[in-house]
């Protein structure tokens, strides 16, 4: 009995049915000068003027970046930085990849997030240029526990008998 329990949990979780406890979410501080950048640029990354924070979540080493003028971002699988680099992708900026930081580059997206010094950095490079057309740096990024819904399922039965279960 006590397998089938466990069995039955662990089908549950999988299938999507639940709330994920995400306590990797972040608010963050918006820095307004890069964002001003990004707009004279007419970069695709903007946020709205009046905004002064923004909400970011980590899940799977990916970043979600919340409500920037066109939607919500979500980035590509991070890894973990070994030693101090310089992104060589960005000719305008110069943007230091710190040990233990997790990043993405593959010379036209680029993305830093350090969990010691609690920012996030979101560059998008322009191939022929090498400059940045879309660049956010976010600033003291503090750890919030929060809910995401992933799925939805308020309509599904999680009936365990057979006769109430609807194929």
Do not use: W
Not at 16 to 44: K, P, V, Y
Not at 81 to 104: H, M, P, T
Request: net charge negative; hydrophobic share 30%; charged share 25%.
């Amino acid at each position: 009995m006590k397998r089938i329990g466990m069995l039955l949990v662990s089908t549950l979780l999988l299938s999507g049915c639940n709330l994920i406890r995400s306590e990797r979410a972040f608010d963050c501080s918006i820095d307004q000068s890069f964002n001003e950048i990004s707009r004279e640029r007419n970069g695709l990354f903007t946020f709205p003027t009046a905004a002064t924070t923004a909400r970011v979540y980590l899940i799977d080493n990916t970043l979600h970046i919340m409500k920037f003028d066109g939607g919500d971002y979500t980035g590509y699988t991070m890894t973990k930085n070994e030693q101090q680099r310089q992104a060589e992708s960005i000719k305008d900026f110069k943007v230091i990849i710190n040990k233990g930081d997790l990043y993405y580059d593959d010379g036209r997206a680029i993305e830093v997030f350090s969990p010691e010094q609690n920012t996030v950095g979101f560059y998008y490079v322009d191939p022929a240029t090498g400059k940045a057309d879309s660049i956010q740096y976010l600033t003291e990024c503090q750890r919030r526990e929060t809910e995401l819904e992933l799925h939805s399922h308020k309509d599904h039965n999680h009936s365990h008998d057979d006769d109430d279960h609807n194929p």
